[in-house]
């Protein structure tokens, strides 16, 4: 991207359907005040129907913005719809941060790279282990799954209740994923450092099923990408069995730094005063 992006009345977005209840306009709000940049960062919720047209109107710079993050349901529609999608998208089939270079719109996936910058900031040596195991085969699971294996873990067991989905997910991602329907949980803990939650089980203060923990290794950890409530129930269970616990609150903020960037020019960083400022809007709701 050119110098102008950091030149006055730069504007970015987060779009959805519905977009009302994301964070983004926090989180970005927060680095340009605290980076003291111009420029705006805000919700534009787009219809299914309409998504098309505005990717169109962000093309030819009628929209008046520079780019910005997309989220349900139009992952998938914005790496269709971008010029140039890189590598981790097109293996995704999904983009979550669009951009304008020279002319064309490029597209990314930033939520591996957030979920393992997440982990490498609350508990460095969680990628130690070479197995790793992954409840649910949705779409938030995809890019868990990436990046798991790009950092190097030899074997990945997908867990699921419908065991044809983890199946595809283990057709997409190579031979070091597998998949396992749920009465199959306990034996494929056995020996795992890493446990991760990608479904919404316990989100908002539903009910979890219990999870006996103890087939993990001494030392591993569990991480849930829900981050409302901070402290899910499936995380609870593991930290009162003795594991270390990582919460998802993380990965939304470390997401939004590569977009940041590409916008505005600036590398933000993610640090306490911006967690709190989340923490305490979540409380607000």
């Known amino acids: 991207m ?31 005040r605290q980076l003291r940049l111009a420029g705006s960062y805000r919700a534009h919720e787009v219809s299914v129907e309409d998504f098309s047209s505005f990717i169109a ?12 993050n997309v989220t349900i349901p139009h992952k998938e529609a914005a790496f269709k719809l ?20 020279n ?17 490498d900031e609350r508990h460095h040596g969680w990628d130690r282990s070479n197995r790793a195991v ?44 597998h998949a396992h329907p749920m009465a ?28 006996d923990f103890s087939p993990l290794v001494q030392g591993a950890v569990v991480t849930d990408i829900v981050y409302v409530p901070l402290k899910t129930p499936l995380l609870a269970q593991a930290e009162e069995q003795g594991f270390a616990i990582v919460d998802g609150l993380g990965m939304l903020l470390h997401q939004a730094v590569p977009g940041f960037e590409k916008w505005f020019g600036k590398r933000p960083a993610v640090d306490e005063t911006l967690r709190a400022l989340i923490i305490a809007d979540m409380e607000k709701h």
């Open 82 to 101: 971008a010029d140039r999608p890189d590598e981790l998208s097109r293996e995704l089939g999904a983009s979550n941060t669009l951009w304008l270079e």
């Open 57 to 68: 109107s962000l093309k030819d710079g009628t929209s008046g913005f520079v780019g910005g």
């Open 184 to 211: 199959a949980l306990g034996e494929v803990m056995q020996g795992a450092g890493l446990f991760i939650n990608t479904t919404s089980l316990g989100m908002d203060g539903e009910a979890a099923p219990r999870i």
């Open 103 to 119: 002319g064309l719109l490029h597209a990314t996936n930033t939520d591996g790279r957030g979920f393992t910058a997440n982990l």
């Open 2 to 32: 050119d110098d102008s992006r950091e030149t006055p009345g730069v504007n970015a977005f987060v779009t959805g359907y519905p977009v009302k209840h994301s964070r983004s306009p926090l989180i970005h709000g927060y680095w340009l």
């Open 134 to 177: 992954i409840l649910g085969a949705g779409g938030a699971s995809r890019a868990i799954i990436q990046a798991v294996r790009d950092r190097g873990f030899k074997e990945i067991h997908v867990v699921n209740r419908t065991v044809e989905r983890a199946r595809e997910l283990a057709d997409r991602f190579g031979e070091r994923v």
